[in-house]
């Protein structure tokens, strides 16, 4: 974790205070609300939807550094995949931030997501990183009711 500590908090940091696609989607297929009540996140996932494909995906709301940066960089790698990449991606991180804190990471199917390693120390901010994430599977299933990390 000592090691990981500046990347950790140069990206999340960076993403917070400068989030990519944080903006609606007016014709927007899709949106879905998350909402994590532990730390008092709220936002809501847009997407535009070309069939399988996300041709557009933004995010907004107001939450901690961790939810806002997770949200940010999970838009930047999901535009322009399938429903069933993102899929694999939603596994992958979350098998991730819920793996023990020593457990290794695979940084080749992770890229920038391993900033999001240093979470699995703090149990609490687990939910923060992965609300997004689960707002988005949500939506992928066509869901519309709010996701709730409770
Ligand atoms: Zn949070």
Known sequence: MESNRPLYEQVI??????????????????????YNPLCGDQLTIYAKMDGDRIDDISFQGCGCAISKSSASLMTTLLKGKTRKEAEEL??????????APDA????????????????REFPV?????????????????KKTEPVSTE
């Open 13 to 34: 940091l960076e993403h917070n205070k400068s989030p990519r696609n944080f903006r609606t989607i007016p014709d927007a297929t899709q949106k879905v609300n998350g």
């Open 90 to 99: 939603f596994v992958k991180f979350h098998t991730m931030v819920t793996s």
């Open 104 to 119: 290794p990471v695979d940084k080749g199917d992770l890229g920038k997501l391993m900033v999001f390693s240093g979470v």
């Open 125 to 141: 901010r687990i939910k923060c990183a992965t609300l997004a994430w689960h707002t988005m599977l949500s939506l992928l299933d």
